[in-house]
């Protein structure tokens, strides 16, 4: 029998940021960016750069982002598909004081 001491196993586990969900949210649900783009009533390069991480988009398109893409909007914004109201906005609010946003 194998025994592996997980505890001493140095392993990297990515840590996936808003546009890595954003991403998958679209494989998720089977969309692209210009199908997105026209949802939300944007270009398809606010799109690209809200997934390629180069802005942040606002509650209120994350909002409308879960819903077209049917993931929970807690999971869109925190990585933790509980997170409650504020904790979201929170989020958002940090993420649009260190970066540039849409």
């Known amino acids: 029998m194998l025994c592996i ?3 001493s ?3 990297h586990v990515p840590a996936f940021d808003r546009a890595d969900r954003l991403k998958k949210s679209l494989r998720h649900a089977d969309i692209g960016s210009q199908e997105m783009a026209d949802y939300l009533g944007v ?5 690209s750069n809200w997934i390629n991480g180069r802005f942040v988009p606002s509650l209120a ?6 819903a077209r893409t049917g993931v929970s909007l ?3 914004v925190t990585g933790n598909p509980d997170a409650d109201d504020e904790s979201m906005r929170e ?3 940090a993420d649009c004081l260190t970066g540039p946003n849409l």
Do not use: H, P
């Open 9 to 11: 196993v140095n392993m």
């Open 5 to 7: 001491d997980l505890v």
């Open 74 to 76: 807690g999971w869109l």
């Open 61 to 66: 398109v994350l909002r409308a982002w879960a």
């Open 91 to 93: 989020s958002v609010k």
């Open 43 to 47: 270009s398809r390069n606010s799109v």
